[in-house]
């Protein structure tokens, strides 16, 4: 099922992500930095990093949500993705609890504000991975012509040998690369 949101042929919503998962997840490593070597500008940094963290998130959060809605219902996909996003909600609501109570000190962070992160930053981790089962197992946002000759997503150049879909100014190889074709290939060896 291909992405509903696209950038130069790809979806935005996994370009987006990297930033609050990468900004978010830091900023716990910098909250143990801190207090571990009792030094505040670790848990400083870590504030700004929550602030920009937050604000990626809402930013992946609109593509993620366009996307979701044009999963079909009564689906294995649409029942991963609903846990994905309401987890991503509840990870976002726990940092911004943390930061709200950082906002007044960011260098000295009350005890609440870094279980808040992470009990975020634990829930992102499986949120990640329901991401990644989204994509990886169940094929959510990944070109309907994926395959190991498909051209570039930047043109529309056809592959030798490829049949166009109705509708597609792009033309595939027949079929796409799937991993049963590849442990049938694999296995004959």
Same mark, same amino acid.
């Given at each position: 099922?291909?992405?509903?949101?696209?950038?130069?042929?790809?979806? %935005?919503?996994?370009?987006? =992500?990297?930033?609050?998962?990468?900004?978010?997840?830091?900023? %716990?490593?910098?909250? =143990? =930095?801190?207090?571990?070597?009792?030094?505040?500008?670790?848990?400083? %940094?870590?504030?700004?990093? %929550?602030?920009?963290? =937050?604000?990626?998130?809402?930013?992946? $959060? +609109?593509?993620?949500?366009?996307? !979701? !809605?044009?999963?079909?219902?009564?689906?294995?996909?649409?029942?991963?993705?609903?846990?994905?996003?309401?987890?991503?909600?509840?990870?976002? $609501?726990?940092?911004?609890?943390? !930061?709200?109570?950082?906002?007044?000190?960011? &260098? $000295? *962070? *009350?005890? @609440?504000?870094? +279980? /808040?992160?992470?009990?975020?930053? /634990?829930?992102?981790?499986?949120? /990640? !991975?329901?991401?990644?089962?989204?994509?990886?197992?169940?094929?959510?946002?990944?070109?309907?012509?994926?395959?190991?000759?498909?051209?570039?997503?930047?043109? $529309?150049? *056809?592959?030798? @040998?490829?049949?166009?879909?109705?509708?597609?100014?792009? /033309?595939?190889?027949?079929? &796409?690369?799937?991993?049963?074709?590849?442990? &049938?290939?694999?296995?004959?060896?």
């Amino acid at each position: 099922m291909e992405s509903k949101v696209k950038l130069a042929g790809h979806p %935005v919503h996994p370009m987006l =992500i990297v930033f609050p998962l990468g900004l978010l997840s830091t900023s %716990v490593v910098f909250d =143990i =930095i801190g207090l571990i070597t009792h030094e505040a500008r670790w848990t400083e %940094v870590s504030y700004y990093m %929550v602030s920009a963290g =937050i604000i990626g998130g809402l930013l992946a $959060a +609109v593509p993620g949500a366009l996307d !979701w !809605w044009a999963i079909p219902r009564g689906t294995r996909a649409k029942r991963i993705g609903l846990l994905h996003g309401v987890g991503n909600v509840v990870v976002l $609501a726990l940092f911004i609890v943390s !930061w709200l109570l950082r906002r007044e000190v960011p &260098a $000295a *962070p *009350p005890t @609440g504000a870094i +279980v /808040a992160a992470l009990i975020g930053l /634990a829930i992102a981790l499986g949120t /990640a !991975w329901l991401g990644g089962e989204l994509v990886n197992r169940l094929g959510v946002g990944v070109d309907d012509g994926a395959s190991l000759d498909a051209p570039s997503s930047l043109t $529309a150049q *056809p592959v030798r @040998g490829a049949g166009r879909q109705a509708g597609d100014r792009r /033309a595939y190889p027949s079929t &796409a690369y799937s991993g049963i074709e590849r442990r &049938a290939v694999g296995s004959a060896r």
